[in-house]
């Protein structure tokens, strides 16, 4: 999976078809798919009967091995009680087609394949009941949660001047996985010379997470994560985030229940910036006026590890042209290299910025330094500029 995302003035809260296409597809699996239950059994017996029909007189054209078809097509829609009495109905077929064919039928190596089919059919089903989901129900509600955890990291409307992308590429191109973005936005009032309350841009938050594991080995995780992160952005003192999630880490109990995660929060009328890291990379600044890019290295545990973990922040400020770049470590790690190669590596793509500009940065950096890398990888950059009016 490949995601990549932007986020400015002009497309901040733009409406989302996608979304909603999504929903209504999960919608039906959930609620229309299972109820048509007691149409689709009846039909299944008679696709299988007409199968064992048709073999008999038009051998060329009709096996008894496509009695497989709708076997499979049980496994997908049906419960697993349902799934038996398909099975045996399709048994049936096969051994009345057997005892009425000349020569005998079917061969060895067609009874083989139905078995073999009907027997992975079974354990698929039997993987759903012990999940406590029924037909297709499984599978809409994955596709519900990986939604959800996509939703997590939109980016809240941005004040004119201030841009943000985020690209991100799970291990192997599957749907989940364990790298994840959380991201809040507060409004603040401020006192003008006039004695009168002005709602000023306020302060952006970014959480960027990475959880142990990778791609499903660490999804299931990364969905849980998400949730209670995204309710703990914005909610607790910004000093406080990452002992709170802490806390929250270490309450789950899991064996490889730890994770590195930087948190941002920027000042978004002055450009003033605080960076808290929990064991996560460094994050790097863009000097426009001095044209380079330099690491700020923030210290501090791991989530789920220490139960009194303290995180302290390193300070800096944006000014216009500059940028911030957050990152995981899968764009930086290669098995058997130094870590500072790494980064060598990623800053030196991240140079080609200020010749071809922001937009479009996050995804042409992380092509060009873990394209191929069997890794989760993720690529946050925020950049200022001046504003036109």
Request: aromatic share 6%; proline share 6%; glycine share 12%.
């Amino acid at each position: 999976m490949a995601v990549t995302a932007s986020v400015d003035r002009a497309a901040g809260d733009r409406p989302r078809a996608r979304p909603r296409r999504v929903a209504a597809v999960a919608f039906w699996l959930r609620h229309t798919a299972p109820q048509s239950e007691a149409f689709l059994l009846p039909a299944l017996i008679a696709l299988a009967a007409a199968v064992g029909v048709l073999a008999h007189f038009h051998t060329v054209w009709v096996q008894p091995s496509m009695v497989t078809l709708p076997l499979l097509l049980g496994g997908f829609m049906l419960r697993f009680t349902a799934q038996l009495v398909l099975l045996v109905a399709s048994a049936l077929v096969v051994v009345i087609d057997a005892l009425t064919s000349h020569p005998a039928r079917p061969t060895p190596g067609t009874i083989l394949l139905i078995g073999a089919t009907a027997l992975i059919v079974l354990v698929m089903s039997r993987e759903r009941v012990r999940l406590g989901v029924r037909g297709t129900r499984g599978e809409s509600m994955l596709f519900d949660l990986r939604e959800r955890l996509r939703a997590q990291g939109q980016v809240p409307r941005l004040p004119e001047g201030w841009h943000l992308e985020l690209a991100l590429k799970s291990a192997g191109g599957q749907s989940f996985a364990g790298d994840f973005l959380i991201a809040a936005r507060s409004d603040v009032e401020t006192l003008d010379p006039e004695g009168e309350f002005r709602k000023g841009p306020g302060r952006l938050q970014l959480g960027l997470v990475d959880v142990s594991g990778k791609g499903l080995q660490a999804g299931t995780r990364a969905l849980l994560l998400s949730g209670a992160f995204g309710g703990l952005l914005g909610s607790v003192p910004a000093p406080q985030f990452l002992a709170a999630a802490n806390r929250y880490l270490l309450r789950q109990g899991w064996e490889e229940g730890f994770a590195t995660a930087v948190h941002l929060v920027v000042d978004l009328e002055t450009g003033d910036f605080e960076c808290y890291s929990a064991g996560h990379p460094p994050i790097a600044q863009l000097a426009a006026g001095a044209g380079r890019w330099s690491l700020c290295e923030t210290p501090g545990p791991v989530l789920g590890v220490l139960p009194d973990a303290e995180y302290k922040p390193t300070r800096g400020r944006l000014e216009y042209g500059d940028g911030l770049m957050l990152f995981t470590d899968g764009l930086i790690e290669q098995p058997g290299q130094d870590l500072a190669i790494g980064l060598d590596r990623l800053l030196g793509a991240a140079g080609t910025l200020q010749t071809k500009g922001f937009s479009g940065g996050a995804a042409r950096i992380v092509d060009a330094v873990a394209r191929k890398t069997n890794d989760d990888r993720a690529l946050v950059l925020v950049w200022r500029t001046r504003p036109t009016s």
